[in-house]
């Protein structure tokens, strides 16, 4: 059973909550962003890129293109600035695609079974609203990391919780659109 009003509120809510993590992250000086850290990615900025590279990879699925990723992280570190910008126009695709989707037939085309192949091999199919979820997930889990990468330098960061989003920001989105509820 597909619920289009909630692949509408979590992409915003992931939109939001990257932007929120993206802004403390700016707040340390450039060479903390990209320093090795001993983590899976590398740096706090090859985590941020980490969840873009995925989005990037289920982007292509989605439009069904063959993926030219090999991995799930990249041979070379890139600027922060550079992730930053290019997750923010990634989260703004998915929440096009959730709004896209969830105003076709009732949201019935979030039930599209979408076949594609895993990085890591083997074959995959996930239905579009499976995908989004994943994303969802994804991100708030390294996000999560990201959060741990920048509690040593006492930032005074905003908070990317949920709640927070359903507090703060949700209501304010809803009485713009009310249609995002449907």
């Known amino acids: 059973m597909t619920n289009p009003a909630l692949m509408r509120k979590m992409t915003r809510y992931t939109a939001w909550a990257d932007d929120v993590m993206l802004n403390n992250a700016a707040k340390l000086p450039a060479p903390e962003l990209t320093a090795l850290r001993d983590t899976l990615f590398g740096s706090i900025t090859g985590t941020f890129d980490h969840v873009l590279l995925i989005g990037e990879i289920f982007r292509d699925h989605l439009e069904g293109r063959s993926n030219t990723h090999t991995t799930r992280h990249r041979a070379e570190e890139r600027a922060f600035n550079i992730v930053a910008r290019e997750l923010r126009a990634m989260n703004d695709y998915y929440v096009a695609l959730a709004d896209k989707w969830a105003a076709e037939d009732n949201g019935k085309a979030l039930n599209e079974t979408i076949r594609f192949t895993f990085v890591g091999g083997g074959d995959g ?56 509820t449907q």
């Open 125 to 180: 199919s996930m239905t579009r609203e499976e995908i989004l979820l994943h994303l969802v997930n994804h991100a708030t889990y390294h996000r999560g990391f990201v959060s741990t990468l920048l509690y040593p330098f006492r930032l005074d960061g905003q908070a990317n919780d949920l709640t927070v989003f359903l507090r703060d920001v949700w209501p304010g989105l809803v009485r713009t659109d009310p249609s995002l």
